[in-house]
């Protein structure tokens, strides 16, 4: 890879800003010095450093978001918040986010730059469980349990059975669902005559939501974390 190519990927600066610290003699790949931006470096076996700093090779990144509400899961976008508008590092690795949650939807969202991992646990073929906590209008009946199970129709079909459990407190529910239609589990509540007033993903796969992180909040993902999705 181009030495100038490699350090704005890790975040030194634009390839402007990049060919002035070569200018500079800022930079130096193993403990030599090096100008051009031109140069081809091997960064998993050569060790540039920046004012003597490594610079770390990184190629994909994976975290776990609390989203707040308010923010669209988008990349980018003219007039709304987007939900990478809280994510400080990575900007320059593409990241994006996986699936969507609606702009007044917190939770759980996984971000990353890793086309591959995405598809893992979105395609709906995959079948991967996402559980929300939903506070509805009314409390959930026996019936509603059986109706999710089933599976409720919506316009465009019958969804896939799903898991409704009645959590501790007055309409407060939890459901899991194992595919990830448009506003999926506010249009299943509407179907059983209920409303969802607010809605909150708790885990995707075995992986929960880091109960130590705040809305806005994020961390990198662990190897444990990794094992709770299933992947490795
Ligand atoms: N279902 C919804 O209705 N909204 C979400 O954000 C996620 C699932």
Request: aromatic content about 8%; glycine content about 6%; cysteine-free.
């Amino acid at each position: 890879m181009r030495l100038d190519k490699f350090l704005s990927n890790m975040g030194i600066g634009t390839r402007t800003e990049v060919k002035q610290l070569l200018k500079k003699k800022h930079v130096k790949i193993d403990d030599k010095i090096e100008t051009s931006p031109k140069k081809q470096v091997d960064p998993k076996s050569e060790t540039v450093k920046v004012n003597e700093q490594p610079i770390h090779y990184i190629d994909y990144v994976y975290l776990m978001l609390n989203k707040p509400k308010g923010y669209i899961s988008a990349t980018e976008d003219n007039k709304q918040k987007t939900v990478l508008d809280l994510i400080d590092d990575y900007q320059y690795l593409d990241i994006f986010p996986v699936g969507r949650l609606d702009k007044d939807t917190e939770g759980l969202l996984l971000i990353t730059n890793d086309g591959q991992f995405n598809h893992q646990l979105m395609s709906p073929v995959k079948h991967v469980a996402k559980t929300y906590e939903v506070i509805s209008e009314k409390n959930i009946t026996k019936n509603d349990i059986n109706a999710f199970k089933v599976g409720i129709e919506l316009n465009e079909g019958l969804t896939k059975p799903a898991k409704l459990v009645q959590g501790d407190e007055v309409n407060k529910s939890f459901v899991t669902i194992y595919e990830g239609r448009y506003h999926q589990v506010k249009r299943m509540f509407h179907a059983i005559n209920n409303e969802v007033t607010a809605l909150k993903r708790t885990s995707i796969g075995d992986l929960q939501l880091d109960s130590t992180l705040e809305p806005g909040e994020y961390r990198h993902l662990t190897q444990q974390d990794f094992e709770l999705l299933g992947l490795k």
